[in-house]
């Protein structure tokens, strides 16, 4: 009996394709939008998560702008921090622009506004994959606070167009620095260059990162506004914030809004909560689509009920039970919407894939989303076929061939 349910449900879709294929629009429809939706956003999720991670979980960055009295940190107050229990080390950032030379042709090319940044050796220890070719600056570097310096890939064409650069030099604001690095681009260190990354922005700007001790005694400087405290574990991260706090507010008197301290996990976990928030009110809003198609569903079973009257009557009359007559018309339902729910499933994933291909982001086979939109699919035929199929199943069989 289920076989012949499950053909005569074929037949009378197959007999009436066109009713057939714009009543099963909406289910496509939707389950196109919903797998669409969750694929591209967790490929995009995914992508961003990554990226943040490799900024360092066991990692707490510190903005200290100070206040009107002290502004940053000093040199006494990054050796506290040093000494807080848990803290494997302390990497201030001082950041300037200048005009940088190259010191190498007859030519002298010159690049204004160049970044300039000052990092200490924890810098490049915490991002150990930072220096593309050459090598990072060391704690010799620091001590001496020698002048050489790493270059990203922006800064080499323009200064170094048809050169190689490592062992090369430049000038920097009067000083001639030693090229014995290049940035990998494709390294980000920081959110501000992870967000460009999200957004499709390359390394386009001319970069340099020197020893901090020479970027100290270059722009005559000791107020330390922005630093990285690398953390041995990150089972650590909560006690030694609570130290770093306690350090903070003496040094700045326990005024507000003195600094801020960004914990790379929390802000992690965060995001995450964010973007599986995001995820399911655009899954929400794509269901809608299938709710239009459940209607679509009920109103074209309400009316195949109408047409096959007779044949209801005819079946009744011959013996067939009220359950069986339900369970075909709910069938035929269910069939309509699973046909549906598997050409949307299958648009659904060609269209994510060829959007995440033009994000130029991983693609992931996301199953989660297949199983969620060919499931929904198959309620809705179960949802909005039972009342007709209820219908048909309650059709008196003298009323019914009396249409004869």
Known sequence: MFIENLKM???NIINNRMRSFLTALGIII????????ITIVGAAT???????????ASKLVVSAPGTFLKQGLTSSDIASIEQIPGVAG???????????????TSNNIVEQNVEIDGENQFYFSDNPNLVMRG???NSLDQDNNSNVCIINTALQQIVFPSQDPLGKQITIMGRVFTVIGIIDPNVTTDLVSTMQKARGNGDSSGKAIIPYGTATSMVGSNSIT?????????SQIPQ?????ENVLNTAFNYKDNAYSILDMDSLLNTMNTMMGIMTSMLAGIASIALLVGGIGIMNMMLVSVTERTTEIGLRKALGAQPSQIQIQFLMESVFLSLIGGIIGAII????SYLVIKMLNVAFIFNMSALTVGVGFSAAVGIIFGWAPARRASKLNPIDALRSI
């Open 9 to 11: 449900s074929w037949h």
């Open 30 to 37: 939707g389950v196109m939008s919903i797998i669409s939706l």
């Open 46 to 56: 995914g992508s961003i998560t990554s990226q943040f991670s490799a900024l360092g």
């Open 90 to 104: 302390v990497s201030p950032t001082l950041n300037f622009n200048a005009t940088v030379t190259n010191n190498n």
């Open 135 to 137: 090598r990072a600056i």
């Open 226 to 234: 922005s630093l990285d405290v690398i953390v041995a574990s990150t």
């Open 240 to 244: 030694v914030k609570t130290q770093l």
């Open 348 to 351: 659904g994933v060609s269209v």
